[in-house]
C-alpha cells in the first residue's frame, strides 16, 4: 500500500474509533485522533482545580496517565487555581504537589485568573513561573505557526485597558484558530452561576466581530458544551478540583452536552481544519465529545 493510501486508511480508522465513542464509554487513555496532518498541537482544559484535595489529586493522576500515553503540548487553566484566595504560600500544596508527575514531565501550565485567585491579590499568580503568565494579568500566546492564537483574559476585572488590548490583539491575529479563555462564563446553565451577563454584553461583541471560535470558561463547577451562540463555541469546564452535582438546570435552552455527577477535564487536538475535543471524568470515562470544523464556525 502507497503512502496516500496507508495515510487515507489511518484517517478513516481514527475517524471509525471517534464515532464509536459515546457519553459514558469507559475507554483507555489513547488518542483517538491520530492523523497525518503536521500543522496541530494537542492540550488539556482544566477549571477550578487548586483545592489540595483528593478530587484535585484524582484528576491530575489521570491526566499524567492520558499524557504518557500520547503527550500534550500544554495545558489551559480556566482559573480558581489556588484555592481559598490565591495567596502564593498554596502553591506547594495546592498544584504542585497534585501536579508534581506533569510537572515533571515539563508540561506548561498557561492559566487566566478566577474569583478566588484574587482574593490575596493578583501578584503572587502572576509572578508565579509555573502559571506561565507573564507576570501579566491578561495575554496571549500561540502555536504552530499561525495554527492558532489563545486570548487569556481576566474576567474579575474586565476594565477599559483590558478591552483595548483585546480589540488590537485580536485584530492583529492571522490565525487560523482564534481561542479565548476566560474564567467567568458569558453562557451557562449551572444553578449557582449561570451565565454573566455584564461580562457578556462587554466581550461578546468584540468575540464575535473578531470571529473567535471557541471559548473555555470554569466558575460553574460543572461540564457543559453550549449550543453554539454567533457561531462560537463555548465550553464550562469547571469541575477539575470541585463538582456541584445536581447544578444544571433542567430546562436550559442553551445546553447541547453537560456532566455535573464527577469530577472532569478536557482533551483537545486542534488541527488546521478541525478540533477535537473530549471531556474526561476522573475515572476515564468519555462524557462528551465531537468535532469543531474550520468550514461550521462553531455551528
Known sequence: MDNKKSSLVSRRQALK???????????????????????????AVMGDFGTGGDDEVA?????????????FDFVLGAGDNIYPNGAGHLFVRNFEQPFANLLREDVKLYTVLGNHDVEAGRRDQMHYPLFNMGEANYY????GNGLVD?????????????????????AQSKALWKIAVFHH???????????????????????KKHNIQVVFSGHDHVYERLKPQDG?????????????????????TISAANYDDD??????????????????????TVVDSGFIRQSERGS
Open 263 to 284: 469530577n472532569h477535564f478536557m482533551v483537545i487536538e486542534l488541527e488546521e481544519k478541525q478540533i477535537a475535543f473530549k471531556a474526561i471524568s476522573k475515572t476515564g
Open 17 to 43: 474509533s471517534l464515532a464509536a465513542i459515546t457519553a459514558g464509554t469507559l475507554i483507555k487513555p489513547t488518542s483517538l485522533f491520530a492523523t497525518n496532518v503536521n500543522s496541530k498541537t494537542r492540550f
Open 140 to 143: 496571549m500566546f500561540g502555536r
Open 232 to 252: 462560537i463555541q463555548y465550553f464550562v469546564s469547571g469541575g477539575a478540583g470541585k463538582v456541584r452535582r445536581g447544578d444544571i438546570r433542567a430546562d436550559s
Open 59 to 71: 484528576i491530575a493522576r489521570k491526566m499524567a496517565e492520558f499524557h504518557r500515553d500520547t503527550p
Open 185 to 207: 462564563p458569558i453562557y451557562s446553565s449551572g444553578k449557582k452561576h449561570g451565565s454573566d451577563m455584564r461580562l457578556r454584553q462587554r466581550l461578546e461583541p468584540l468575540l
Open 150 to 170: 489563545f486570548f487569556m483574559l481576566d474576567s474579575t476585572d474586565f476594565d477599559n485597558q483590558q478591552t483595548t488590548w483585546l480589540e488590537n490583539k485580536l
